[in-house]
């Protein structure tokens, strides 16, 4: 997309191969998908709309022709998923993206969580062990280490899940390597941590901090931080996951479901962040305003990036600054009508 020549960094790996995406009408699985038809594959993309929007792949839809196939149902639909990952002769790679999102929200709706990310994913192994797929990358998340103080995060520590979704995610980690221990399916996982980008949702209720931050410094208003804006993450731009993704499939050796983080291995602090996003926005003035800690937040967030350099040869791509700055371009051009109107 904006900042990543993919034909430079995956040459014609990708050219004539069919792959199935599914959530690739959200954030990460449309960029995801835009890279795979700009490097020349035939896409099917499988998202019920639940959280993703078709505006998310209608800049790249003319460009690709029929090689993007668009279809709105659900991976709960398990005869759907069959069909969808044997067609055209089967799919090559399932890049599964697709899950409901929220932690708060999964808190409230745990059966709902449950039904959608971790039978869901079921049903994504399933159907590509029987469309012999020859390996499936699965959006896990960073969510896994819970709170544990030890920095970096290293795949080894144990898992802590706090929440229905971290649980989910761990569970599907799970049935990932058990699909490939028992049934030979090759499958990755990548453990996502804080990916952000154009395309995130800003106006949901749970938008990750930089697009709720996007959303007020354009409405003028002072950004929210939850505590001393001491605590810190590892934002990675989406190229960085959407590379990860690309790594992960053309790997010429079984991953065997292994677990992968996948980020920058910077931490930023949240102060840090509102401040250069403030700058960014022309806005200093608009200096945070700090409320309550939310119980269960994590305080640091960082990753160890040994494995996925050892085992796809992974290194970031784009730097946190250099993200941020086309992220809030983006969200300057879509709020700026809707705060307006
Ligand atoms: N954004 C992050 O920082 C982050 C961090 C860790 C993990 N992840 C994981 O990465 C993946 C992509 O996240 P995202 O940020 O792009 O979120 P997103 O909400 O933009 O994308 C998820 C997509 O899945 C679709 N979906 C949900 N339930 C579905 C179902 N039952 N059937 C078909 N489609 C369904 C939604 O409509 C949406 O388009 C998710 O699995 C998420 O849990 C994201």
Known sequence: MLLTDWQQLHADHFAGQRALVTGGAGFIGSHLTEALIDLGAEVVLLDDLSGGDVANFEGFRQ???????????????ETLLKELTASGGGVRWVFHQAALGS??????????????????????????????????????????????????KVETMPVLPRSPYAANKVYAEGLCRAWACSYGLDTACLRYFNIFGPRQNANSAYAAVIAAFAKALIAGERPVIFGDGEQSRDFTFVDNAVHANLLAARSDRPIEGA???????????????????????????????????????????????????????????????????????????????????
Request: with cysteine; glycine share 8%; net charge negative.
């Open 63 to 77: 460009r690709a022709g029929d090689r993007l196939r668009f279809v709105e149902g659900s991976i709960l639909d």
């Open 103 to 152: 932690v708060p929200r999964s808190v409230d709706q745990p059966a709902r969580y449950h039904a959608a990310n971790a039978t869901g994913t079921l049903n994504v192994l399933e159907a590509a062990r029987a469309a012999d797929v020859e390996r499936v990358v699965f959006a896990a998340s960073s969510s896994a280490y819970g709170d544990s103080e030890v920095l970096p």
């Open 259 to 341: 677990v992968m983080n996948v980020a920058c291995g910077e931490r930023v602090t949240v102060n840090q962040l509102a401040q250069t996003m403030a700058a960014l926005f022309g806005r200093p003035d608009l200096t945070p305003e700090h409320r309550d800690e939310r119980a269960g937040d994590v305080r640091h967030s960082l990753a160890d990036l040994g494995a996925i350099r050892r085992t796809l040869g992974y290194e970031p791509l784009v730097a946190f600054e250099r993200g941020l700055e086309p992220t809030c371009g983006w969200y300057q051009r879509v709020l700026s009508s809707s705060v307006s109107s």
